[in-house]
């Protein structure tokens, strides 16, 4: 950050959010999992769909910390080497992730391989992102966030599909028509769709517009404290209340990232960071929050390291033939007998397991920035 103090709510809200990705990817078994930690299953917004663009919305925040001072002594060619060079390395351990096998030939033939996905989202959208910041000033960026919001509204249900107007049906609407042509059946989430899509990555680059606009509110020095507070609340509560009335027409959809779907979740983001900033920074209550910042200070590195090794445990077999995940799992089980609760504790533990390499890694001020 350009500040001389860090802004800790910011470091505390980036660290829960990464722990609640653990936590909803890792249950000891997805055939009993307790709703709030499953993605609503088309139209919908459980607490688990809050997660990814909590994500980028931090990723938003972050831009401006970044990249305000650069931007006002002057932007050189080394900004953009790092821009292009930690969008890359997102996209990477994306295709990492996505193509990793345990056993020979290690590697899924690119004939199957999924091309979108969590971290190639958060690199195509930390990119684009990045360059709107450093040339637009903050009207510009509104009027794209309301363009794009506006727009997408209109191509997903005004723009005809075969002579009908979309019906935002699973796999009848734009998005997911253009993810099926563009990249086939083959390389998407599943043969209908796919979450990290083509064309839902421009609200998703909106959903990271929403996070520059409370960064650049944080880095305002002619602002208290209080003052700043004040935005943020009635920023969330206008953006909740447009984000409803519109999701009436434009259902909030995770998959399909729609309209609503950005100013609702932005909304809720923006008041929850209200509630972290106000106690950690305001009342300078932060201790409760160390945790958190722990998790975020090797934010990406901990989530590659959780998603590879979950594939990891999931593929490798004991001489049973049982996965070491689920021998793993019938041990916690046989103790817990409550089939969700073990699976909810199982995922806890994770998350534990998780911190404590975060821990190691924060303690010994290893910082490893992707």
Known sequence: MITKQRILSVDIFRGATIAAMILVNNPGTWSQVYAPFLHAEWHGLTPTDLIFPFFLFIVGMSITFAYTKKKAIGITGDVYKKIISRTIKLIVLGLILAGFLIASPFFKDLSTLRLPGVLQRIGVVFFIASILFLHLNWKALLSLFVFIL?????????????????????????????????????????????????????????????????????????????????????????????????????????????????????????????????????????????????????????????????????????????????????????????????????????????????????????????
């Not at 590659?304 to 979950?310: D, H, T, W």
């Not at 007998?337 to 404590?356: D, E, H, Q, R, V």
């Open 150 to 370: 506006v727009g997408y509204f209109l191509i997903m249900t005004q723009l005809p599909m075969n002579g009908e107007l979309p019906i935002l049906t699973r796999g009848y609407d734009w998005a997911s028509v253009i993810d099926i042509k563009v990249l086939t059946s083959s390389h998407t989430y599943k043969p209908d769709y796919d979450p990290e899509g083509i064309l839902s990555t421009l609200p998703a680059i909106a959903t990271t517009i929403f996070g520059m606009f409370l960064g650049m509110i944080l880095l305002n020095k002619e602002k208290t404290q209080k003052e700043k507070l004040k935005y943020f609340i009635i920023i969330g509560v206008v953006a909740l209340v447009i984000g409803y009335a519109w999701s009436i027409v434009f259902p909030l959809n995770k998959a399909l990232w729609t309209s609503s779907f950005v100013l609702v979740t932005g909304g809720l983001g923006t008041l929850v960071y209200a509630a972290i900033y106000y106690i950690a920074d305001i009342l300078d209550h932060n201790d409760w929050g160390k945790p958190a910042i722990i998790f975020g200070s090797n934010a990406i590195t901990v989530y590659f390291l959780s998603s590879f090794m979950a594939k990891i445990f999931g593929r490798v077999k004991l001489p049973s033939g049982q996965s070491l995940h689920g021998y793993l799992y019938e041990i916690l089980s046989s103790i817990i007998t409550i089939p969700k609760l073990s699976s909810l504790i199982y995922a806890i533990l994770i998350i534990l397991f998780y911190y404590f390499i975060a821990l190691v890694l924060y303690r010994k001020k290893i910082f490893i920035k992707v």
